[in-house]
């Protein structure tokens, strides 16, 4: 999953994108009002952190043209004022949950957690390719019903490849979705990670899920014949 952090002290910034990336998230961050709207607008993401004091465009303004574009993604607000008329606000501009600085990580990721269950409930259905299943809550892999043991990345890889089932996935999007930086088109961390994916998943089974299309990108699909 993907988080945007907007938050202009980039010593607060550090902390909760290092503290999300161990609990295995995507996160991108952006230090202005204006520069979070832009990326809101540009990319895909499950959660937005927004502060409220940002500079160029505050939160509560970012917040509301977010809404107005439609976008339905999860925002948390954060803020060091602990005024009932900012929460209220908040709230009113669209926001999902409100918390003051400061504040235990634990909270925060627990209202993070609290908030993809709420507003994303399709993410936690069973996600099927053929006998390989995931479930996204225990973030349980099995194939015929063995546990298979991925490493955080290499399951953020194969459930963004199981939500795709069927569709080619270039390594842009892969990059865009499960790794935290821009794709230079020279990294090959991409093929390295399906090649893990492929000792754990396809090895020793007569059938392959996880194919190449060449020049292309990826494709998971029970169907050999892609």
């Known amino acids: 999953m993907r988080i945007l952090i907007a938050e202009d002290d980039r010593s607060v910034a550090g902390f909760l994108k290092k503290g999300l990336k161990e609990e295995h998230y995507a996160v991108d961050v952006c230090y202005d009002g204006e520069e979070a709207l832009f990326q809101a607008q540009v990319n895909e993401y499950d959660l937005i952190i927004l502060d409220v004091m940002l500079p160029k465009k505050n939160g509560f303004a970012v917040c509301q043209e977010i809404r107005q574009e439609g976008n339905l993604t999860p ?33 925060l990721l627990a209202r993070i957690q609290a908030l993809l269950r709420r507003t994303q409930d399709y993410k936690t259905q069973t996600l099927k390719v053929g006998d390989l299943e995931i479930d996204p809550v225990a973030r349980k892999v099995t194939r015929e019903n063995k546990t298979i043991t991925l490493t955080g990345k290499e399951y ?48 020793g089974f007569s059938k392959k899920y996880i194919h190449t299309i060449r020049g292309v990108g990826y494709k998971i699909d029970e169907n050999e014949d892609v």
């Open 75 to 107: 925002i948390l607000m954060l803020t060091v004022r602990d005024q009932l008329e900012d929460k209220v606000k908040g709230l009113q501009v669209g926001a999902d949950d409100y918390l003051t600085k400061p504040f235990a990580f634990k909270e």
């Open 156 to 203: 953020a890889l194969l459930e963004y490849l199981m939500r795709n089932k069927g569709r080619i996935v270039t390594q842009t999007m892969i990059i865009d979705h499960v790794w935290d930086m821009n794709y230079d088109g020279l990294s090959n961390v991409v093929n390295v990670y399906i090649n893990h994916l492929r000792e754990k998943i396809d090895k």
